[in-house]
């Protein structure tokens, strides 16, 4: 079993097929294409995503559901060809603080996953419907 060393949670052992994979990276991040949903209890609903190419590379994330259960997906035919498959997906958006402290959600922006591939995109929508700094409130975990 694969075993990474990462800088926040120490040792990770894995199976290959628990692999997200983004064909594409993520923006700003293009060579980075596997990652781990590591989830915490105590820091529920937060699910960080790991990094396997680069120990220091962690997102959190959220649940688009937890945060607003309305939300209306829109994807690109290009992210949708990168997913390739039509399997049942988990949205998640990424977070982030901002100066004052406060956490927002990027939902203009979710990462996508496909279930049974384990395929993945960040998929940027066209329109402006969302933000990238949709407020959250307090702090995701401590």
């Not at 120490?10 to 700003?28: K, M, Q, Y």
């Not at 962690?58 to 399997?87: H, K, W």
């Amino acid at each position: 079993m694969p075993e990474i060393l990462t800088r926040r949670f120490g040792a990770i052992r894995f199976e290959e097929n628990s692999v997200v994979h983004f064909p594409a990276g993520l923006p700003g991040f293009e060579s980075r294409t596997r990652f781990l949903l590591v989830e915490r209890p105590a820091h529920a609903p937060v699910v960080f995503l790991q990094s396997i190419d680069a120990a220091d590379l962690c997102f959190f994330t959220a649940p688009v559901a937890a945060i607003d259960p309305n939300y209306q997906l829109a994807m690109t035919e290009e992210d949708q060809r990168l997913l390739a498959s039509p399997g049942p997906t988990l949205l998640l958006a990424i977070l982030s603080s901002t100066k004052a402290g406060q956490w927002t959600a990027n939902l203009l922006a979710p990462v996508v996953i496909d279930l049974p591939s384990r395929r993945a995109v960040q998929a940027v929508r066209a329109d402006s419907r969302y933000s990238h700094q949709h407020p959250i409130g307090s702090a995701p975990c401590s």
